[in-house]
Every structure is written in structure tokens, then in C-alpha cells.
């Protein structure tokens, strides 16, 4: 019978342990970048939250001030074209009156902004208000997007 | 001759093996640390769903009122709300904290609502 020999020379130990290790090093490093991105990530999504919650509650005290605009207004109104031409006389820097429709924009920290419009209803009809528009834009400049894109 | 190469061989698997020991005790760290903040990412982002859930829920409440939740990681949600009474109708301010177990404020959603009057002016 022929019978072959394996020997393990000097030096394949550490050669194997070196191979153990690297790998082991890689999995760990990369592991740990994962963990980072999701902390960062998680981070992220909470500042979104709260600057979508802000921008919103924003939207809701102009529409309490636009509401307050819209009673005075009507108390001194005879018809729905002096109506609306004082509370277009009354709007606060920022919102704008066309046709029955009141626009205007909430601004985040952060480049994002809410659109908000309002449809006013008829002198004397109720509600006096309702929501038209409630949209969230993100300007991707101000967000760095481009710059991640790219 | 041969005990000499069978006793290079053990200092050499000794030495290789107090190497691998120093090696998986930092690798093993690194380990244990990716796995602590994977959960953190992990709390935060349940923190956030049940903080927005509450939020929404408290701002299309008819009447809302003071509440506290406390989530399986020992997270507060606090949810506090007030009423002001304006010209032509009522803003309830609203907002719900969430504080993690070591005192720190993770996040404050605000969640006021207006409710206009109902009378129609004429």
C-alpha cells in the first residue's frame, strides 16, 4: 500500500489563526458599521418625525389665526366681495388670498416645508374653513441630496 | 532533533493560541458593541412608531385626555393636553414625550389641533 504522508510544517498554525482573525476582524467591522448606520438612521427618522409634527402644528395655529380673520371679517361684511376683500386686507406677511382660496407655506429647519391652503366658505355658510391643501415638499438641495446622489 | 522540533511546534500553537485569545477578546467587544446599539437603533425606531400612533391618535380624539404609556423597554410616553379658548373657536394644545429609562427625552411630538366654533357668523 501506498501511503501519503500529510505533515502540518512550521508556520501553519499562525497562518491559519491570521486567516481566522482577519475574518473575524472584517465581520466585526463591518457589523458595527451596520449597527452605526441604523443608530444614524433611527436618529434621523426621529428628526423627521418631529419636524413633520412641528410644521403641522404650525399649520394648525394659522389656521386658528386665519379663523379669527374670517369672523372679524364677516361681522363688518355686507356682501361675500367685501368678505373676502378683508380678510385679504387682514392676512398676516405670508399668506395669500386667491379667488376663495388662502395659501401659504410653513418652513422646516431642515429644507423641508408644508404647503398649506385653505377654501373659504361663503359669507354666512359653515364651516367657515376647510383644509384645500396639506402637502409636505422637501427641497433636496437644502437636504443635501444632490451631493448624496452624486 | 525531533524533541526539538515537536517543542517549536508547541511554542508556536501556544504562542498562536494566546494571540487568538487577545485577538477575540477586542474582536469579541466589537461584537458586543454593534449588538448594543443595533437594539438601541432597534428601541428607537418602536419609541417613534408608538409615539406617532399615540400622536395621531390624540389629535383625532374628540377628547383627549392626560395619559401615560410605558413600552416593553421601560420607555414613558407621556401625552398632555390643554385647551385655549380663542375668538372663533378652541386650540388644544397637545404633545406626547417620550423620556427612556435614564431620564433622557428621546423625542416631543406636538399634536395641538383648532377646532372652530360652530356658530356661523352672519
Not at chain 2, 414625550?97 to 423625542?107: F, N, Q, Y
Request: glycine letters at 4%; proline letters at 2%; a negative charge.
Amino acid at each position: 500500500m501506498n501511503h501519503r504522508r500529510f505533515n502540518i510544517g512550521p508556520g501553519a498554525a499562525s497562518l491559519i489563526l491570521i486567516i481566522v482573525v482577519l475574518s473575524m476582524s472584517v465581520l466585526g467591522v463591518l457589523t458595527l458599521m451596520n449597527a452605526r448606520s441604523d443608530i444614524s438612521l433611527s436618529e434621523r427618522s426621529l428628526a423627521v418625525a418631529e419636524e413633520t409634527y412641528e410644521l403641522n402644528q404650525r399649520a394648525e395655529q394659522a389656521f386658528a389665526a386665519l379663523d379669527a380673520i374670517a369672523v372679524a371679517a364677516a361681522k363688518d361684511s355686507a356682501d361675500q366681495t367685501a368678505y373676502l376683500a378683508a380678510i385679504e386686507k387682514a392676512l398676516p406677511e405670508g399668506m395669500a388670498l386667491k379667488e376663495d382660496i388662502v395659501a401659504w407655506t410653513e418652513h422646516g429647519k431642515s429644507g423641508r416645508s408644508l404647503a398649506c391652503a385653505v377654501r373659504i366658505a361663503a359669507l354666512g355658510e359653515g364651516p367657515r374653513l376647510t383644509w384645500a391643501a396639506h402637502q409636505m415638499t422637501v427641497n433636496s438641495e437644502a437636504l443635501g441630496m444632490e451631493e448624496l446622489w452624486n | 532533533m525531533k524533541t526539538k522540533n515537536i517543542n517549536s511546534l508547541l511554542v508556536e500553537v501556544l504562542l498562536a493560541m494566546l494571540f487568538f485569545a487577545l485577538s477575540a477578546t477586542v474582536i469579541l467587544q466589537v461584537f458586543v458593541t454593534a449588538r448594543t446599539e443595533s437594539d438601541r437603533a432597534q428601541r428607537m425606531s418602536q419609541v417613534l412608531f408608538a409615539a406617532q400612533n399615540l400622536a395621531d391618535e390624540t389629535y383625532l380624539a374628540e377628547h383627549p385626555e392626560d395619559t401615560t404609556i410605558t413600552l416593553e423597554d421601560g420607555t414613558v410616553l407621556t401625552v398632555t393636553v390643554s385647551e385655549e379658548m380663542k375668538e372663533a373657536g378652541t386650540f388644544r394644545n397637545a404633545s406626547v414625550t417620550a423620556v427612556d429609562t435614564e431620564g433622557k427625552t428621546l423625542l416631543t411630538l406636538p399634536c395641538s389641533r383648532y377646532i372652530p366654533g360652530a356658530e356661523v357668523v352672519q
